[in-house]
């Protein structure tokens, strides 16, 4: 988490020699990744002690595939298992609720988007669905797109022959035009 918050601080601070706009950074990954771009948008400790605190590791939007959002138990969702809480504890050297994204949500999270497979195993779609719910209650914009018949990382190249990339790329696209950090193109087209 440290190190994806330094990411985003170190776009910002050389955004002018890497020709980006620091108002337009997104953070998006997969899985653990997805955590990580997720946590540098909502989670307030863990920084670098040796950054400069004063820029900014918020993210302007998060696009986020199959991301483990959910890290320590929530109230209504099936309960976590002891020894695995441990283990993520030990994994990550810290309490997990103070890096779980779906525990430090607040008013005011940057606009995200999510794609999972609703068949997911590994980071289980009910997961996302109460970070969703949560978001949208909190009056942050957040979508959530789901996929039928579709496991953890169904989105990778050279999956079913690349129709959820095609389509989650279409997706993201579009994402990226409502907040006008893209202009709108041409559709990729899938063809088997």
């Known amino acids: 988490v440290e190190d994806a918050k330094s990411a985003i601080r170190y ?3 050389h955004a002018q020699r890497l020709g980006i706009d620091p108002d337009r950074i997104v953070a998006s990954g997969g899985s653990a990744g997805g955590h990580l771009a997720a946590a540098t948008a909502t989670v307030p400790q863990h920084d670098d002690p040796e950054d400069d605190l004063s820029i900014s ?10 991301p483990a959002l959910v890290l320590a138990p929530v109230e209504g969702m099936r309960e976590m298992d002891d020894d695995k ?3 993520l504890e030990e994994r990550m050297g810290a309490d997990p609720e103070t890096m779980s994204p779906y525990h430090n949500l607040h008013k005011g999270i940057v606009p995200t988007i999510i794609f999972h497979g609703i068949d997911d195993t590994t980071v289980p779609f009910e997961s996302v669905a109460v970070f969703y719910e949560k978001m ?10 789901g996929y039928k018949g579709a496991g953890h990382g169904f989105f990778n ?7 959820y990339t095609v389509d989650t ?3 993201l ?5 409502s907040l006008g950090y893209i202009q709108a193109g041409p ?4 063809r088997k």
Not at 173 to 177: E, G, K, P, R
Request: overall charge positive; some cysteine.
């Open 11 to 13: 776009l910002r601070k």
């Open 57 to 66: 590791a918020k993210p302007n939007a998060l696009a986020l595939f199959n």
């Open 85 to 87: 809480l441990a283990e």
């Open 136 to 145: 949208k209650s909190l009056g942050n914009r957040c979508e959530l797109v």
């Open 157 to 163: 190249n050279g999956r079913e022959n690349n129709i």
């Open 169 to 171: 790329m279409n997706r």
């Open 173 to 177: 696209d579009a994402f990226l035009v």
């Open 187 to 190: 559709e990729v087209v899938h």
